[in-house]
C-alpha cells in the first residue's frame, strides 16, 4: 500500500439498471454539435466535423437529486443527451470495431452555464469553467448492452423542451468512439456524453429538468 499525505477521495460510481453492482466512472467525454437543428439553433455550419470536451468525473450528479444553482452564472441551461460507457479500452479504433468498446447507455443532462460559454466563444477562451462545472454532468442510470433506436425527450417542469430521436445523430456512437480514440485512449469506465438536439434553454432556481430516453432510466434533476 502506498501512504498517503490524506485520504484518497472514493471512486465516482453510478447505478446500473438490473444489478446491484455499480458502474466505476473514469472520465467524462462530450461532443459537441451532433444534431443539425441544435448546430444551427446555435449559429454552426452542422457539416463540421465532431469536436469535444470534457468534464471531472466528479461533476456526476446520479438521477433524482437536488443541486444548488451554480455560482457564476445568470444562464444556467440543460442539454439533454445520450450517454455511452465504455467498458473495454481502445486508441485508434475502427469504426466497424467501435461498438465493442460500449458497455451500456444512459440519459443524461450536459448543464451549460451558457452565458460563460458564449463569452469563452467570443474571447477565444476555453470552454472549462461553462461546462465543467461542479454537479454539471447529470447521469441517470447505465444500462448494459446495445441500445436500439428511441426518442430522446427532455422536458422542465412536465413541459416538453427537446425532443428527438437518437438516431438523428450526426455522428452515431460507432463514429464518435472512432474520432474520440484517435485523439485519445479510451478505458473502462470512460462516459460521453453524445450531443444535444435543438431546443436547449434555461433553468430556474425550483425547476425539476427530466431528460428521458426508450429504453433507459430518466435522468433527473432539480435546481434548489
Ligand atoms: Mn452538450
Known amino acids: 500500500m502506498v501512504a498517503l499525505v490524506f485520504p484518497a477521495l472514493p471512486t465516482v460510481t453510478l447505478p446500473v439498471t438490473g444489478r446491484a453492482e455499480r458502474f466505476p466512472v473514469r472520465r467524462i467525454f462530450c461532443v459537441g454539435r451532433n444534431y443539425a437543428d441544435h448546430a444551427a439553433e446555435m449559429g454552426n455550419d452542422p457539416s463540421e466535423a465532431p469536436f469535444f470536451f ?6 456526476v450528479v ?9 455560482p457564476a452564472t445568470q444562464n444556467l441551461h440543460h442539454e439533454g443527451e445520450l450517454v455511452v460507457a465504455i467498458g473495454k479500452a481502445g486508441a485508434m ?8 468498446l460500449i458497455w451500456g447507455h444512459a440519459a443524461g443532462n450536459d448543464l451549460t452555464r451558457r452565458d460563460l460559454q458564449a463569452e469563452a466563444k467570443e474571447r477565444r477562451r476555453p470552454w472549462d469553467m461553462a461546462k465543467g462545472f461542479d454537479k454539471s454532468a447529470v447521469v441517470g442510470a447505465i444500462k448494459p448492452g446495445p441500445l436500439q433506436d428511441g426518442r430522446l425527450r427532455c422536458s422542465v417542469n412536465g413541459s416538453v423542451r427537446q425532443e428527438a430521436s437518437v438516431s ?5 456512437p460507432a463514429a464518435i468512439i472512432a474520432a474520440l480514440s484517435k485523439m485519445v485512449s479510451l478505458s473502462p469506465g ?3 456524453f453524445t450531443g444535444t ?6 433553468l430556474n432556481r425550483g425547476d425539476t429538468c427530466k431528460v428521458e430516453i426508450e429504453g433507459l432510466q430518466s ?3 432539480t435546481i434548489a
Do not use: C, F, N, Q
Not at 93 to 100: D, L, N, Q, R, S
Open 54 to 59: 470534457t468534464k471531472p468525473a466528479d461533476a
Open 62 to 70: 446520479e438521477s433524482g437529486s437536488r443541486i444548488p444553482y451554480p
Open 93 to 100: 479504433v475502427p469504426e466497424e470495431e467501435a461498438e465493442k
Open 168 to 172: 438523428e445523430m450526426i455522428w452515431s
Open 190 to 192: 470512460d462516459l460521453i
Open 197 to 202: 438536439p435543438a431546443g436547449v434553454g434555461p
Open 219 to 221: 435522468a433527473s434533476v
